[in-house]
Structures are given as C-alpha cells and as structure tokens.
T-cell receptor, first 112, second 112 residues
Framework: DVKVTQSSRYLVKRTGEKVFLECVQD?????MFWYRQDPGLGLRLIYF???????EKGDIPEGYSVSREKKERFSLILESASTNQTSMYLC???????????FGSGTRLTVV | EDQVTQSPEALRLQEGESSSLNCSYT??????LFWYRQDPGKGPEFLFT?????EEKEKERLKATLTKKESFLHITAPKPEDSATYLC?????????????WGLGTSLAVNP
C-alpha cells in the first residue's frame, strides 16, 4: 500500500523553538508539498519541491523553510515557532502533472 | 484570478436521501479537477480525477461529473459513514501548474 508518512500525529512546542516536521513517501514521486490547514481558510501551500534539492515558495512561506536532500523525504522547518503557526500540517506527494496528490495523515502542531 | 468555490459549505442529510455537492471553478484552462474526502483529524483521501467536460467517474455511492464551469459530486442513498468534508481542487493549464487550487470544502453529515 503506497504511503506518505508524517513523523508525528501530534506535537506541542514552545514559542521560539526550532521545529522539524518530517515527511517520507514510498512512491518514487517527484513532487512533494507542505500545506497547512486552518478552519475557514482551507488548504494553504507553504512550500513545494519538484526535485531533490529544488524548492519553490508557495502562498505562505514566511516563517518556514524546507529541505529535500533525498527524493523520498521532504522536511518542513519552523525556524522560530510562534503561536500563529499552531495548525494542522499536511504533506503530500505526486507524480508530474496531471496527477493528483497523495496526502499523509497530518501533524497537529500546537505552539504554546 | 484562478478560483474554486464549493457549495454548500455544510449539508445535513438523512440516510438514503440523495443530493449533490457543487464545485465551481474559474481557471485559465483546466488540466484536471480532483475530488477528495477528508475525515476529521486526517489527511485528504483521493476520490476522483476528471479531465474534460462530459467526463463522469463513479465509486460506490459517489458519482463525479464535469462541465466547462463546474463539477458535481452526486451522493446516492448516503450512509452515515459517508459523513466527511469533501474537497475539490483544480490544476490550471497555464502558469505554475504543479500547484493545485483548492476550494474550502463541503462538510457533509448523514444522520441515521
């Protein structure tokens, strides 16, 4: 069964901490994405990557960075966590267009 | 501006009461339209991809249709386990079409 695996389901971090969210896919997909999902705002794209070591900013990249050293792994980094980054974070992967995405189960991050 | 609008925001049905969810889109050429189901606290799960007007896809009690301006997700004789949020997304033909444009979803509740 093909999968996108996110390292944590729930995470609680303190303001100012550096936070790493990890995502691994086993489908040999070129494209990987990080979204956050908030009530009333829907899915918002933070960053995506279409190849190893390649990255592009999404719609809301401020306060985040990413790393893709291997094809199967895409990491989201919160450089200095803030309370407004409390959210559900979703990782997804896909083959090149026109295919859809496969999502992970999500990480519910709470910053206190 | 590319945009996806889903209606209604929320829908409550009795078990067995068929209905339809709407996804209207405005994009500069359609590369694909995607339907996803999302259960609370989980990542979206892929349902269908539609590529051209007139196309239809079916899966159990769900049937997705596509015109040049909108897509419908028809739910026939729904059961309580069909309760979820249904998300629609489109991939434009032009621009950076690695990214999907998402609607805010329709929250469906099916009462026994």
């Amino acid at each position: 069964d093909v999968k996108v695996t996110q390292s944590s389901r729930y995470l609680v971090k303190r303001t100012g901490e550096k936070v790493f969210l990890e995502c691994v896919q086993d489908m040999d997909h070129e494209n990987m994405f990080w979204y956050r999902q908030d009530p009333g705002l829907g899915l918002r794209l933070i960053y995506f990557s279409y190849d190893v070591k390649m990255k592009e900013k999404g719609d809301i990249p401020e306060g985040y960075s990413v790393s893709r050293e291997k094809k199967e792994r895409f990491s989201l980094i919160l450089e200095s966590a803030s309370t407004n980054q409390t959210s559900m974070y979703l990782c997804a992967s896909s083959l090149p267009q026109p295919y859809g995405y496969t999502f992970g189960s999500g990480t519910r991050l709470t910053v206190v | 501006e590319d945009q996806v609008t889903q209606s209604p925001e929320a829908l409550r049905l009795q078990e067995g009461e068929s209905s339809s969810l709407n996804c209207s889109y405005t994009v500069s050429g359609l590369r694909g339209l995607f339907w996803y189901r999302q259960d609370p606290g989980k990542g979206p799960e892929f349902l269908f991809t539609l590529y051209s007007a007139g196309e239809e896809k079916e899966k159990e009690r769900l049937k997705a249709t596509l015109t040049k301006k909108e897509s419908f997700l028809h739910i026939t004789a729904p059961k309580p386990e069909d309760s979820a949020t249904y998300l629609c997304a489109v991939r434009p033909n032009a621009g950076n079409n690695r990214k999907l444009i998402w609607g805010l979803g329709t929250s469906l509740a099916v009462n026994p």
